[in-house]
């Protein structure tokens, strides 16, 4: 909930009302048009429909494609196995087609799959995975990995994770989900509060603001093992943490000072430093994908708005320039554009903006929308959503379209995290 420290700023920043307007940004992308079938022997037929559904939901969920109707099939899997006819194909729009053979070795289950782009009579891709017994799951997902990188020479991000906070009455737990909402389970329970989760580059550990009674703190908390360990719990403010691509630092809020400035953590050392010196309140910092950069929200120029610093010499500046209040960056793991929250008249909306602060565009409004966090090839958004009191995690694809909830109606759910 990166809103939390950016409260402070409209303390020094109420915007008049007016009518909200937003120009949401729609890219005119068409998703591939994709054929996908699946054969098995008769006695896998459980993992074949498993594996059939799970790659199907992986591809269409990401907006990137559109799966076709088997019913529209000139030819059978059997038949299309032996010889593709490329005709067929193209009468019914597949821009891409995806077969895949299962068979059993021993106790591992093995895919082999091939990928033909039926407009240029070619085929893309051939390859064989092989999963663990019980991991047809993680099999489905590295399929669809492949298929996506393949129709479009970007990584898939079907193997991932998410986090995200589950407020029940006082206390919050931290939910741990595969990002097609699978394999559901709580690992921490019952904090106080609790805010921010970051993951590690490696994923196996998580950084998060907490809170003792009323004093905030930040936490390392191991994944595996449930351990937390305190690293910044200074008087005042302790906030908004975010660990480096490499993960030697942690950059966060801290207020001890005397004034909310932007420090970094030597998680080697265990020694704090501090990076901005500015009277205006630096908060929410982000880094780039190379190491970098860390762009952060402040009111150094009279509205909140987003700036970047160069550690290298200390360099700042200012990247958006669009609106009067724009706050809670998140760099995208492409290292091209920045998403962030802006507001106008009350209205909240997602957007994002290039790096060196060009094209902003707003994806989505409406709501109180706070939290953004990108999938690791940069092609989706996370973000949390409050309509009528009642809050939950969606997606949208970073070009525009329309937004999912990925959690249900029933229970409270926010600052998301997508893992590396």
């Not at 409209?10 to 007016?18: A, I, R, S, W």
């Not at 092989?130 to 047809?136: D, G, N």
């Not at 880094?287 to 700036?307: E, H, L, M, V």
């Amino acid at each position: 909930m990166r809103f939390l420290l950016i409260a402070l700023l409209t303390l020094f920043f109420m915007p008049p009302v007016q009518a909200a307007e937003f120009d949401i940004y729609q890219s005119g992308f068409k998703p591939l048009h994709l054929a996908w079938m699946v054969a098995a022997p008769t006695d896998e037929s459980d993992a074949k429909q498993l594996i059939h559904d799970v790659v199907r939901h992986d591809l269409n969920s990401s907006r990137s494609f559109s799966t076709l109707d088997p019913l529209s099939f000139l030819d059978n899997i059997e038949g299309t196995l032996k010889h593709v006819e490329y005709a067929d194909w193209r009468i019914i729009g597949a821009d891409i087609l995806a077969v895949c053979q299962l068979k059993r070795s021993g106790k591992r289950l093995q895919a082999q799959v091939q990928v033909y782009d039926p407009f240029r009579s070619k085929l893309l891709s051939r390859f064989q995975l092989t999963a663990a017994p019980k991991s047809e799951r993680t099999l489905a997902h590295a399929i669809a990995n492949r298929i996506y990188q393949t129709a479009t020479g970007i990584p898939g991000y079907f193997n991932s994770h998410i986090l995200y906070v589950r407020k029940h009455g006082d206390l919050a737990d931290l939910i741990y989900m595969d990002q097609d909402g699978a394999n559901k389970q709580t690992v921490g329970r019952n904090f106080t509060l609790l805010l921010s989760p970051d993951w590690s580059p490696n994923n196996q550990r998580v950084a998060l603001n907490t809170y003792v009674g009323d004093r905030p703190r930040l936490e390392i908390f191991d994944l595996a093992t449930g351990r937390r360990r305190t690293f910044g719990a200074f008087k005042g403010l302790n906030s908004t943490p975010e660990w480096s691509p490499d993960g030697h630092f942690i950059a966060a809020a801290l207020s001890y000072t005397g004034n909310t400035e932007i420090h970094l953590y030597n998680t080697r050392t265990k020694k704090w430093r501090q990076l901005t010196h500015n009277p205006a309140i630096d908060t929410t910092p982000t880094w780039s994908p190379d190491g970098k950069w860390i762009a952060f929200t402040s009111d150094r120029n009279g509205t909140p708005q987003i700036y970047r610093i160069r550690l290298s010499d200390g360099e700042v500046q200012r990247v958006t320039h669009s609106g009067s209040y724009n706050t809670s960056p998140s760099w995208s793991p492409r290292g091209d554009r920045i998403a962030l929250i802006a507001r106008k008249s009350w209205e909240y909306a997602l957007a994002t903006v290039r790096a060196d602060g060009g094209d902003l565009r707003y994806l989505v409004t409406t709501g109180h929308i706070e939290s953004p966090s990108w999938s690791p090839n940069g092609q989706m958004l996370l973000f949390s959503r409050e309509v009528k009191g009642v809050r939950r995690v969606y997606r949208i694809p970073s070009w525009g379209g329309r937004m999912e909830a990925i959690t249900g109606p029933g229970k409270d759910a926010s600052d998301p995290a997508w893992s590396h």
